[in-house]
């Protein structure tokens, strides 16, 4: 195989994942859990959190704080598959340790 190809192949990837980063943060993903609505970008930034007030009224505090853990925990897997979603396109399928 050729090793200028290969950089070459390399350096188009990077410049590839950049770009992909740079759309990433103006991707959302929204998980709604239990009146919890988490609404999360391609970087893992929380951009809003939306309790329903009916979470609120009558329920003991570590209750509500299991139900925002599990919205939130919910908007970060939905994240981490659309990007790896976005890196398949990159690699085109190949499984490249730590990228995928």
């Not at 990077?14 to 770009?19: A, D, L, R, Y």
């Not at 309790?51 to 329920?59: E, F, H, Q, T, W």
């Amino acid at each position: 195989m050729d090793m200028f190809k290969l950089l070459k192949q390399a350096k188009e990837m990077q410049s590839q994942m950049k770009k992909m980063q740079d759309e990433l943060k103006d991707k959302t993903v929204e998980a709604d859990y239990q009146g919890v609505k988490v609404v999360m970008n391609g970087k893992l930034e929380v951009l809003s959190l939306k309790i329903d007030p009916a979470v609120l009224a009558g329920n003991q505090a570590d209750k509500v704080e299991r139900i925002v853990l599990r919205a939130v925990n919910d908007a970060i897997g939905k994240t981490q598959a659309l990007m790896a979603g976005e890196m398949k396109k990159i690699s085109g399928g190949m499984n490249i340790p730590g990228l995928t």
